[in-house]
């Protein structure tokens, strides 16, 4: 297996564990409150397992050009303002829906490095990310249980809207990470990584902070008081960043977060066996054409 399928699947996992950390903590400190966690706790622990890894492997500093700087900034403003977009959904009717459409982030994730960075997938990638949307949205529906009778105003409706906004500016912030990483000087893939990791999150700290503190000072008090439970989303969110930055440093971006996409499997796997929830036939068929989906980009 290469390794930046290694990655992928790694990233997936713990994103997958953080999320998890971060539903728990949503009912204690609020939508915003447990938003925030995945930066404020993933920064500090970030730099540890950068600094931790430098000093063990005596690896040097990259050198980080004005172009770096440029693109980690858009990829970590962008990333917080999907967040915010995606906290904004939370309160809708139509939640399940706005976020399978914020799900096309991958399919939006391949155009944004097309136009970009001039990297297009093959034929056969671009048809594997297009089946995994459909896979997606199809999963999320049925989780939703939508009748088809309020499908059409449900996919015209204003939190869908904003669910494929909040896809686009991840798919944008995806494609800027990749670019940051690539324009880092010397260094090795970890490292890098980490470093990248490291600075974007600090970044994203304190932007987002700043928001909370202004618009909800009580969630941004209430995400340190409870920071026993908090801290464990930190260190979820900087190993996820790592491993995310590892992938796009070693391969096209677009492939790596189709990959990624094995997420839901994991956590369709976990409701199975750990919830006994029972599966319906649609999202059953869902979970297979995801499935194949990502078996076709391993295999091109």
Same mark, same amino acid.
């Given at each position: 297996m290469e390794l930046w399928v290694v990655f992928s699947i790694a990233a997936a996992a713990t994103q997958a564990l953080r999320t998890a950390v971060q539903r728990r903590m949503t009912?204690?400190?609020g939508n915003l409150g447990a938003s925030y966690i995945r930066f404020s706790y993933a920064f500090p622990i970030a730099w540890l397992f950068f600094l931790f890894y430098s000093n063990y492997t005596g690896t040097t500093l990259p050198d980080l050009p004005v172009t770096f700087w440029v693109w980690i900034n858009l990829a970590a403003l962008t990333q917080v303002i999907f967040t915010i977009l995606l906290v904004q959904l939370f309160s809708h009717r139509s939640f399940a829906a706005a976020v399978a459409f914020s799900k096309t982030e991958v399919l939006q994730t391949a155009i944004f490095e097309a136009l970009i960075l001039g990297v297009v997938v093959t034929v056969q990638t671009g048809a594997a990310i297009a089946l995994g949307v459909f896979a997606t949205v199809l999963l999320s529906f049925a989780k939703a249980n939508l009748a088809f009778a309020n499908l059409r105003a449900t996919i015209f409706s204003r939190q869908v809207a904003i669910g494929l906004a909040a896809g686009a500016f991840l798919g944008f912030c995806t494609v800027c990470y990749g670019a940051a990483?690539?324009?880092?000087? #010397?260094?090795?893939v970890i490292g890098n990584a980490m470093y990248a990791a490291a600075i974007g999150t600090t970044i994203q700290a304190v932007c987002f902070g700043i928001?909370?503190?202004?618009?909800?000072?009580?969630q941004f008090i209430a995400s340190f008081v409870e920071w026993r439970q908090c801290s464990m989303a930190g260190v979820w969110a900087a190993t996820t960043s790592i491993c995310w930055f590892a992938g796009f440093a070693l391969y096209s971006v677009a492939p790596v977060r189709a990959v #990624?996409?094995?997420?839901?499997?994991?956590s369709v796997g976990f409701s199975v066996l750990y919830f006994k929830e029972r599966i319906s036939r649609v999202e059953f068929t869902a979970i297979a054409l995801l499935a194949t989906s990502i078996i076709m980009v391993l295999l091109d």
């Amino acid at each position: 297996m290469e390794l930046w399928v290694v990655f992928s699947i790694a990233a997936a996992a713990t994103q997958a564990l953080r999320t998890a950390v971060q539903r728990r903590m949503t009912t204690t400190i609020g939508n915003l409150g447990a938003s925030y966690i995945r930066f404020s706790y993933a920064f500090p622990i970030a730099w540890l397992f950068f600094l931790f890894y430098s000093n063990y492997t005596g690896t040097t500093l990259p050198d980080l050009p004005v172009t770096f700087w440029v693109w980690i900034n858009l990829a970590a403003l962008t990333q917080v303002i999907f967040t915010i977009l995606l906290v904004q959904l939370f309160s809708h009717r139509s939640f399940a829906a706005a976020v399978a459409f914020s799900k096309t982030e991958v399919l939006q994730t391949a155009i944004f490095e097309a136009l970009i960075l001039g990297v297009v997938v093959t034929v056969q990638t671009g048809a594997a990310i297009a089946l995994g949307v459909f896979a997606t949205v199809l999963l999320s529906f049925a989780k939703a249980n939508l009748a088809f009778a309020n499908l059409r105003a449900t996919i015209f409706s204003r939190q869908v809207a904003i669910g494929l906004a909040a896809g686009a500016f991840l798919g944008f912030c995806t494609v800027c990470y990749g670019a940051a990483l690539h324009s880092m000087i #010397g260094g090795d893939v970890i490292g890098n990584a980490m470093y990248a990791a490291a600075i974007g999150t600090t970044i994203q700290a304190v932007c987002f902070g700043i928001y909370i503190f202004i618009v909800r000072r009580e969630q941004f008090i209430a995400s340190f008081v409870e920071w026993r439970q908090c801290s464990m989303a930190g260190v979820w969110a900087a190993t996820t960043s790592i491993c995310w930055f590892a992938g796009f440093a070693l391969y096209s971006v677009a492939p790596v977060r189709a990959v #990624g996409q094995i997420e839901l499997l994991f956590s369709v796997g976990f409701s199975v066996l750990y919830f006994k929830e029972r599966i319906s036939r649609v999202e059953f068929t869902a979970i297979a054409l995801l499935a194949t989906s990502i078996i076709m980009v391993l295999l091109d």
